[in-house]
């Protein structure tokens, strides 16, 4: 059974920093991207980072240089992908998504953690 497990989030301040974790298990990593996705009020969802099994990094414009993403795939059965997010602005307000997409066309969300900064 495939599962996506998010944690952090949660209210700061123009300025602080956060941390986002997703833990996911159940499929085979090798091959496997994971990312995280945000989607603000009246807005798309938009990615803001991933990275994919190799290590290979993808960052949103407005989040390079702020943004971190990191990936433990020490674990075959399990691999943790987490999103450092440093000097936060009012507009990283949003739902953050975790997702994983593995083989031709598979893919799974995490419920989705709120963050939300506050100028």
């Known amino acids: 059974q495939v599962q996506v497990v998010e944690s952090g989030g949660g209210l700061v301040q123009a300025g602080d920093s956060l941390r986002l974790s997703c833990a996911a298990s159940?499929?085979?990593?090798?091959?496997?991207?994971m990312g995280w996705h945000r989607q603000a009020p009246g807005k798309q969802r938009e990615l803001v980072a991933s990275?994919?099994?190799?290590?290979?990094?993808?960052?949103?414009d407005s989040v390079r240089g702020r943004f971190t993403i990191s990936r433990d795939n020490a674990n075959n059965a399990q691999n943790t992908v987490t999103l450092l997010m440093n000097n936060l602005k009012p507009e990283d307000t949003a739902v953050y998504y975790c997702?994983?997409?593995?083989?031709?066309?598979?893919?799974?969300w995490g419920q989705g953690t709120p963050v939300t900064v506050s100028s």
């Open positions: 997702n994983v997409a593995w083989g031709t066309a598979n893919s799974i």
């Open positions: 159940g499929i085979r990593f090798r091959g496997a991207t």
């Open positions: 990275i994919s099994s190799g290590g290979r990094t993808t960052y949103a």
